[in-house]
């Protein structure tokens, strides 16, 4: 793959926030040329070999709930042949049985393709007895389940891959309509993750534009409503800090990212649809240096580098029901609102913004979000105990 280097960077702590990058090539050849050495090229050239090695050792977590079994297939067709896809899914068990549909169409596909791969429901009791045997409780409701949401599946996710000893895992949802685009998702993610020089890296992709049928033609849009709004505020709450106004925030929601082990272990997270605008806050509240936890000087030592990364290829999903919108720039900015790094201008500022749109009343403040700690507290040797992958897919340990 071919990349550009990022123009420049932003520095928030010991946390490195870098500019978009594109893709100039989605395959860079066998070799890089020469001029490649030439230490004023601007495109940075990643060797196969080198995006193969990370492959091997990524997991992508595919969380679904209800989507089309055909759309769930071309994700599935669309991943390099050495990441493990991990379907955690949130689907409807009862009439209809949703999930026995994903878990036939999976098995099926992966069986052609002699594809390694893993499915679990969130919220089924062999799920729950792993969170609760590492003594994760905080993940389960008042049921002993894990709890609904995106992001519990993306959690759930996270501790499947570091039990299958994976060490990066990227996250690509299931309702994408191009299976081609999903191949760039993860080639960006080894790519991007090949750049890091610090074991505590986050690659996100912004993509390229999302297709939108407007009067009798295709209107590519760049920006969706929730990241408009998101990448403005977060950038907003860097430059509280720096005095220095930003615009190097270009993915705040970005649902296609992918992370090093080591950092996905290390972060906080919030619950739901926020859970990507959380990313970047939660960066900046253990990395930035505003207040440090002995437990982070590690990282902090060697740096949090974050790539932003934009795709070639359109992004085409499923249209979901309205008011989706509107809650996920509630979640979203309600993670920002509550950090203790916010401050009371920009506390104001996004009153403001929520009100102008009619998310909440005059008198009303952002909802508290629900946060989850940090996998650390997970014991994974515990949880190891009683984890038999074969149970839910072919893959092995
Ligand atoms: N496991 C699980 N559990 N998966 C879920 C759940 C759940 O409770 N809810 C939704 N999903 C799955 C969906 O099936 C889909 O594959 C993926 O999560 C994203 O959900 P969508 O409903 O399609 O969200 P979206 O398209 O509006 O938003 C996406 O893009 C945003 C960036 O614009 C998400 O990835 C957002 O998180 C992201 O910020
Ligand atoms: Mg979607």
């Known amino acids: ?36 050495s030439n230490p004023f090229h601007v495109i940075r050239h990643i060797e196969a070999d080198k995006l193969f090695q990370i492959e091997k050792d990524l997991a992508i977590i595919i969380p679904t709930k209800n989507e089309r079994l055909r759309l769930l297939e071309g994700v599935l067709c669309g991943l390099p042949h050495d990441c ?58 008042e049921r002993g389940l894990v709890r609904n949401g995106k992001a519990e599946g993306m959690i759930a996710g996270i501790m499947l891959a570091r039990l299958m000893g994976k060490k990066y895992v990227g ?10 685009s999903v191949f760039e998702y993860v080639r960006i993610f080894s790519a991007g993750l090949s750049q890091s020089t610090s074991p505590y890296a986050m690659v996100r992709i912004q993509w390229h534009s999302k297709p939108k049928i407007e009067g009798e033609g295709l209107f590519f849009a ?19 800090y720096t005095a220095f106004e930003t615009d190097v925030v270009k993915t705040g929601n970005a649902g296609e990212h992918a992370m090093s082990m080591e950092l996905a272990l290390q972060m906080d997270y919030s619950a739901g649809f ?15 240096g505003v207040k440090v936890l002995p437990e982070d000087i590690p990282a902090m030592q060697q740096g949090v580098y974050l790539y932003q990364i934009e795709s070639r290829n359109p992004h085409l999903h499923d249209a979901k029901e309205d008011g989706h919108v509107e809650e996920m ?13 916010c401050t009371e201008v920009l506390k104001t500022e996004i009153l403001g913004e929520l009100r102008r749109l009619h998310i909440i009343k005059k008198h009303e403040l952002p909802q508290i979000p629900v946060k989850y700690g940090s996998l650390q507290s997970l014991d994974f040797a515990k949880a190891a105990k009683i984890w038999d992958p074969e149970k839910h897919g072919n893959a092995k340990l």
């Open 171 to 180: 996250f690509v949802d299931a309702d994408n309509y191009f299976p081609g």
């Open 1 to 36: 793959m071919r990349l550009e280097l990022p123009k420049y960077s932003e520095r928030f702590g010991a946390v490195l926030l870098h500019d978009l990058q594109k893709v100039y090539e989605m395959d860079g050849g066998f070799q890089p040329d020469e001029v490649f």
């Open 84 to 141: 493990l896809p991990i379907v955690l899914s949130n689907s409807d068990t009862e009439a209809i049985d949703r999930f026995r549909l994903e878990c036939q169409t999976v098995e099926n596909y992966c069986c052609y393709a002699k594809k390694k791969y893993l499915i679990m429901h969130q919220r089924s009791k062999e799920m729950a007895a792993l969170v609760k045997s590492g003594g994760y409780t905080q993940l389960l409701d």
């Open 222 to 240: 760049k920006w969706g409503r929730v990241s408009r709004i998101s990448n403005l505020l977060l950038n907003r709450l860097i430059s509280q």
């Open 329 to 341: 720039i509630h979640q979203s900015l309600a993670v920002i609102f509550h950090s203790p790094l």
């Open 274 to 288: 926020s859970i990507e605008t959380h990313h970047f806050v939660n960066l900046m509240e253990r990395f930035g």
